[in-house]
């Protein structure tokens, strides 16, 4: 079952048949006519409110046949009012949306105007922070730097980050360790490889030798991923191509003044190379590793103690956020909401073109993938071993590498659950997995023979 599926869905594992006790599923349900259907009790707005009468009314009939009879037999509207009788379902659904009172409800969380930033930025206008009681002010940031420092400095309560940056920050790489955290990933896949007009008959990355490559940030997927892509294909990132760091919002304009050949980037960014006439697509993310991570929700552990019940209301939010974009029927609504000036600044189009996965190439061709980009929260920590393995090969980690600790600190997959459950969702039973990248498996047990299989890396 998605952790995305309401507990009562009829079609899950919680209650077969229809909500309503009438049908025997929820597809019949749907198919009903409308004067033959019962009134709907699940509602995005309503998700606490169900949760907590879904609780009870297990706790009355733990067995899941009785609890399907009792349904059937007076429908669920009769079964909620005679619930209520005897348990407080109003009080109880506003104490436990609640939770421990915000310590500071006024915040600001910094985000660069980027599409995997979506949970983030949409939580303001949408009114997911609201929904938590938080006062929450998005603020708009030129660059990954800046984000950094921002947070560190307290300007920022919390902020959007590169998935390796609280890694690189805790770690105190280039810098005094400072300890952060992540309890959420932004999204999943969403980035690719543009190459300037002028290559568009360069197909083979053997044939790369010599350009310069945009990335945003060293401590970044798109460092690690286009280092990845081109060392599969024989390329030495560290000496047969430049790689520089460029603000993402600022690469398109370096492509067309011809300062970078290409670069890989998130995908309004390509997208908006595309719009301009500037670029085209060599390929996606996902076609070097399906579901990888790319941004993060990041705090402090200073934030993190001072304001704990400020930070799992954050939290809340942004798991909630991240729910309501994973579904596709709400993109075209979220690239309205994230479109305007004080937010990514694009125009409705190209974040259209992302967040439904309905897309021009740049090549004349309009290409289709729903999954292009995607939306989890969960936080799993062999993410933050795979991070990693690839500071380690190329350079950025000296010594030996306590990978297990390193993530477990840092990746919060362990609290992030115990959210997630509490709002209704279905988190991973696991917080590591294995999983493929250009079809070679990744074993988070076994981080150092991963680094040692490769035979392009940085010479330790």
């Known amino acids: 079952m998605s952790m995305f599926d ?13 909500i309503c006790g009438r049908r025997r599923s929820n597809a019949e349900h749907e198919q009903a006519t409308p004067a033959l259907r019962c009134e709907p009790v699940i509602g995005e707005e309503k998700r606490y409110e169900n949760l907590v009468a879904s609780a009870v009314l297990r706790a009355v009939f733990p067995e899941s046949t009785t609890r399907r009879a009792f349904l059937k037999s007076v429908g669920a509207a009769t079964a909620l009012a005679a619930l209520s009788q005897f348990f407080p379902l109003k009080l109880a659904t506003e104490a436990f949306a609640e939770g421990g009172t915000p310590e500071k409800k006024d ?8 599409t995997c930033a979506t949970p983030i930025i949409m939580a303001a206008p949408l009114g997911f922070y609201a929904k938590a009681g938080l006062n929450v002010e998005v603020v708009k940031t030129a660059g990954w730097a800046v984000i950094r420092d921002k947070t560190i400095n307290r300007e920022y309560d919390a902020s959007h ?16 360790p400072i300890p952060f955290a992540v309890p959420a990933i ?3 896949n969403g980035q690719g490889i543009v190459l300037a007009m002028k290559h568009k008959d360069k197909r083979d990355p053997k044939d790369w030798k010599g350009l310069k490559f945009a990335i945003p940030f060293d401590y970044s997927m798109h460092n690690y991923l286009l280092r990845y892509y081109l060392a599969e294909h024989g390329i030495d990132p560290d000496t047969d191509v430049q790689l520089r760091s460029v603000p993402p919002p600022e690469m398109v304009a370096n492509l067309r003044a011809d300062n970078i050949d290409g670069f890989l980037a998130p995908d309004n960014i390509c997208q908006r190379a ?3 006439g500037v670029g085209y697509l060599h390929i996606l993310s996902k076609e070097i590793w399906d579901g990888h991570p790319c941004c993060s929700f990041a705090a ?60 021009a190439d740049g090549l004349g061709g309009v290409k289709t993938d729903p999954k292009r980009v995607d939306f989890d ?6 993410f933050a071993v795979w991070m990693l393995t690839q500071m380690k090969r190329w350079g950025q980690i000296k010594g030996d ?60």
């Not at 915040?107 to 980027?114: D, E, H, Q, T």
């Not at 939290?315 to 309501?324: H, K, L």
């Not at 929260?377 to 062999?382: A, G, T």
Request: net charge negative; aromatic share 10%; hydrophobic share 45%.
């Open 6 to 18: 309401d507990p009562f869905d009829a079609d899950s594992s919680v209650n077969a048949g229809c």
């Open 107 to 114: 915040l600001k969380v910094g985000f660069i105007p980027i």
């Open 161 to 176: 980050m590169l998935a390796p940056m609280p890694i690189a920050i805790s770690l105190g790489l280039g810098a005094q």
């Open 186 to 188: 932004e999204n999943i």
């Open 274 to 276: 595309i719009y301009d």
């Open 300 to 359: 402090s552990r200073e934030f993190i103690a001072t304001a704990p019940n400020s930070f799992a209301a954050l939290t809340r939010a942004i798991v909630d956020a991240t729910a309501y974009a994973s579904k596709a029927e709400n993109r075209k609504q979220i690239a309205e909401a994230i479109a305007p000036a004080n937010y990514i600044n694009a125009p409705v189009t190209v974040l259209e073109q992302v967040l439904t996965g309905t897309y």
């Open 377 to 382: 929260p969960f936080p799993w920590q062999s």
């Open 401 to 460: 590498v306590d990978y297990k600790a390193v993530a477990e600190q840092i990746y919060l997959a362990t609290d992030t659950r115990k959210v997630m459950a509490e709002m209704g969702l279905t988190p991973p039973a696991e917080s590591t997995k294995s999983f493929a990248v250009m079809g070679k498996t990744f074993d988070p047990a076994k981080p150092d023979d991963y680094v040692a299989s490769f035979k392009i890396k940085k010479a330790s």
